[in-house]
């Protein structure tokens, strides 16, 4: 495959030229192959559904290059960048998303408080749970999870494990997890989707927790609003 990539990124040469060169944190499609491997940029490109290579780096550029703009502590002028994508492929693996979808997540969730990649990461999970409960796209459901954050917890309480446990849950099971359950159970159960709690929540939830609501029982008034 290394060979292979040597061999493709070669042959991209004519497109960079033409005006089509990758202009952000890969400074050319060379950069890119220097980052993933032909495997994984091929299957990121069918994950997105995408029709060639070009448009897959194009869109893991634009993701890395804005996780650049949003964070502090990535060393982006050493190798930091390669570790951001090796735990952005590690989560994109165990949820079933794309790599461009869980560096989006990493990037909302510093905007919406994180402090470490340790931190962006976690959230960028629960964005890519509540991509698969729910017909949301990674920006919206990232900023769903923003939200969420925001309203009703700190960014150490949202990650922080459910007190007294749930029964079957795993050990990290934490409160922003148990959010996404509680979402998906009332898009489930009642005549509202998921997608359309979250919006709710985005719409309302500072008022109700303002208020002393919380969240289980904001989407408790939600779903019942909709019966």
Not at 144 to 151: D, K
């Amino acid at each position: 495959i290394g060979d292979g990539s040597s061999k493709i990124s070669k042959s991209f040469d004519g497109i960079e030229k033409s005006g089509n060169k990758i202009e952000g944190i890969f400074n050319s499609i060379s950069d890119a192959f220097s980052t993933f491997t032909l495997g994984e940029l091929l299957e990121e490109g069918i994950e997105n559904l995408a029709y060639g290579i070009t448009e897959t780096i194009a869109g893991l550029d634009q993701a890395m290059t804005e996780l650049k703009r949003v964070s502090d502590d990535i060393d982006f002028g050493g190798d930091g960048y390669k570790q951001v994508a090796n735990d952005a492929r590690e989560v994109a693996i165990s949820v079933g998303q794309t790599v461009e979808d869980v560096i989006t997540g990493m990037a909302t969730a510093y905007q919406a408080g994180a402090t470490n990649i340790q931190q962006a990461t976690e959230i960028a999970r629960t964005s890519a749970i509540l991509q698969n409960v729910s017909d949301m796209g990674a920006e919206e459901a990232s900023q769903a999870i923003a939200s969420l954050v925001n309203q009703y917890y700190s960014m150490d309480t949202a990650l922080s494990k459910v007190q007294g446990g749930v029964k079957s849950a795993p050990a990290d099971y934490n409160n922003l997890t148990n959010a996404i359950d509680q979402i998906n159970y009332a898009g489930n159960n009642f005549a509202i989707s998921s997608e359309g709690v979250t919006q709710a929540l985005q719409n309302g939830g500072a008022t109700l927790s303002a208020y002393g609501v919380t969240l289980s029982d904001s989407i408790a008034m939600i779903s019942s609003a909709n019966e």
